[in-house]
């Protein structure tokens, strides 16, 4: 009965069949693309793995098998968690004078809702503490770090400095309520009287209880804090000298707050007074085998190596004579930089456009090479030859670590955690997010993108040649009869 049926089916049905057999996977393809290309993953595979995997009895990966093994996945889960924290950005610009004026320009919000969640947690962390309540100013601001509306916020601010000079209000009305860095920079400065002596009073009273060590440890960030934006206001109204005699002096004063890293702007600023040996006497310092990297560090030593021999440095010479020492140092410390973050090299040749730099960065991840490039792309084009050097170099890299997820050259494996932390502090909206390493189509956009191809050709060819695409579809209805009935008869006929 069922082969009678086929036979009296028309090329009607198997046009629309074939038609809406393409329509769903074509539909299918556009979703799992869509999918790919804003988290990076198949969704079908995703689902299967997360849902479908457990019913069907897949592996517990919770259960060990062996001490050994178990140990192994503890150091590299660790160290995962410790290669995908987010940092704050120390070179951060200033939200009403810099990040505000973008937007009112362009109509974009260069700032995503997870990274200024973030800022706001950090504020709290350094500005606020448990007695606050003690100070009515304190107080009003510990609400204002909360509030998510600028205008609040900022209201709250002028409301805690109408009962007292308070530093923390000033710091907020800094950074988001002036519109040019002149205007911050007043507004630092009131904000370094109040600190200063908020800090002279709370160390005086500092060991007579846990309460009051938290409110100098408190006093401390945020004269800090005050100090670092102060240096970096100068900074960038060109003040350069003066900002790099702040910024060792606030290193010399508070040499254990390593956290607010201060000596990347001053790396970034002695790299404007193009003052190359202190720029090596920082780094000699903090790049140490002990402390932890970053794409600032990396790409600096590797500057300071192409400088020796960039203005001279010819690929067509090198492969004819071979690299020399100074050369070779060169390429060997652009190639640790690359590993580091694969990101930057496209940012400094220029291959990528450049956005504003997040208030937060993921080391080793897009955002951090733009936070540094965006600074540091003009000193590499200050040395002559350098980015040439980098142009034909920086790919060698990856020959070195064909597995950049499994096994590292001179750091651990690349952590592939970057790109989803990425998504969610760079603005996607304006911005491709860079992935390393590529990824590959997943296998279900493969699948989906063959059967809608082919699906879109039955209907086609049945459109067309309709008699004959009839006449295929009853030759193959009677080899699946013939095969059926040849297997009930070798089933039924045991030798």
Known sequence: AKFMFLNTLTPKFYVALTGTSSLISGLILIFEWWYFRKYGTSFIEQVSVSHLRPLLGGVDNSSPTNSNSSNGDADSNRQSVSECKVWRNPLNLFRGAEYNRYTWVTGREPLTYYD?????????????????????????????????????????????????????????????????????????????????????????????????????RRDTNVLVYIKRRLAMCSRKLGRTREAVKMMRDLMKEFPLLSMFNIHENLLESLLELQNYADVQAVLAKYDDISLPKSATICYTAALLKARA??????????????????????????????????HVPKYLLEMKSLILPPEHILKRGDSEAIAYAFFHLQHWKRVEGALNLLHCTWEGTFRMIPYPLEKGHLFYPYPICTETADRELLPTVFHEVSVYPKKELPFFILFTAGLCSFTAMLALLTHQFPELMGVFAKAVSLLHRSHTLSSCLCKSNPQ
């Open 116 to 216: 200024m969640n973030l800022s706001a947690q950090d504020h709290q962390t350094f500005f606020t503490c448990d007695s606050d309540h003690l100070r009515p100013a304190d107080a009003i601001m510990q609400k204002a770090w909360r509030e998510r509306n600028p205008q609040a916020r900022i209201s709250a601010a002028h409301e805690a400095l109408e009962l007292e000079d308070c530093a923390t209000a000033y710091i907020l009305l800094a950074e988001e309520e002036a519109t040019t860095i002149v205007e911050a920079e007043k507004l630092f400065k009131q904000a370094v009287k109040a600190g200063e002596g908020c800090y002279r009073r709370s160390q005086q009273l500092q060991h007579h209880g846990a309460q009051y060590e938290a409110q100098h």
């Open 309 to 342: 021999v960039s203005d001279k440095f010819s690929p067509e010479a090198a492969s004819r004579r071979g690299l020399s020492t100074a050369e070779m140092n060169a390429v060997e410390a652009i190639h640790r930089a690359v590993e580091f973050n694969p």
